[in-house]
């Protein structure tokens, strides 16, 4: 699935390019690379890798929400629009709505406190958020088609919060793995396609 996502997001900068566009198809490339990360893909799995998969791929995904915050600044800068709109303050509400969200779990998780996987939560979502808010903001600003990537924004995060709630919270929720295999393809593609 990642692939084809990939293959989309380059079509797209090939068809209509753009500096914004480069930076998601970056962005989606990085997002690749903490997929293969994550799924433990046998044939580039080192040793060192297979014990530190998790953080490689965190880290490729970090700097994937970089790039991708990076597009839709640069886009917003392109269309003369102001950074600072309610799509900001949405953005910013959601991420103080998680983070204690995050917190909660964490303090009621019955496994106990892991005060390590909290911290690295909350870094990575300090820069899903950030991205979501750059999103958003440009959504609000020039609206139109943009309010995709808005709607996709949102979705890539949700497929996040499924994993920290069962990382941090220690919740087992039916069904994680196909609820997070819907929210992100459709996060990414709506994501790629508003802009």
């Not at 609820?179 to 459709?186: A, G, S, V």
Request: hydrophobic content about 55%.
């Amino acid at each position: 699935m990642t692939a084809i996502i990939l293959t989309y997001s380059l079509i797209i900068f090939v068809i209509f390019p753009s500096p914004y566009r480069l930076f998601c198809f970056l962005g989606m490339l990085f997002s690749s690379g903490g997929d293969i990360l994550l799924a433990k893909w046998e044939p580039i799995m080192t040793a060192f890798l297979k014990k530190h998969s998790f953080e490689a791929g965190t880290m490729s995904f970090i700097i994937a929400h970089c790039l991708y915050s990076a597009a839709f600044i640069i886009r917003q800068r392109m269309s003369g629009t102001m950074f600072f709109n309610y799509g900001t303050v949405l953005g910013t509400f959601i991420f103080i709505i998680l983070v204690t969200f995050l917190f909660w779990l964490n303090k009621t998780n019955s496994s106990g406190s892991n005060i390590q996987l909290l911290i690295l939560c909350v870094v990575y979502l300090a820069f899903i958020c950030f991205d979501c808010t750059s999103v958003l903001s440009c959504s609000a600003a020039s609206g139109g088609w943009l309010w995709l990537s808005g709607i996709g924004a949102i979705s890539f995060l949700i497929s996040d919060v499924f994993i920290a709630v069962d990382f941090v919270g220690g919740r087992h929720i039916n069904n994680k793995d196909q609820l997070i295999w819907w929210f992100y393809p459709i996060g990414q593609i709506l994501l790629l396609t508003g802009i």
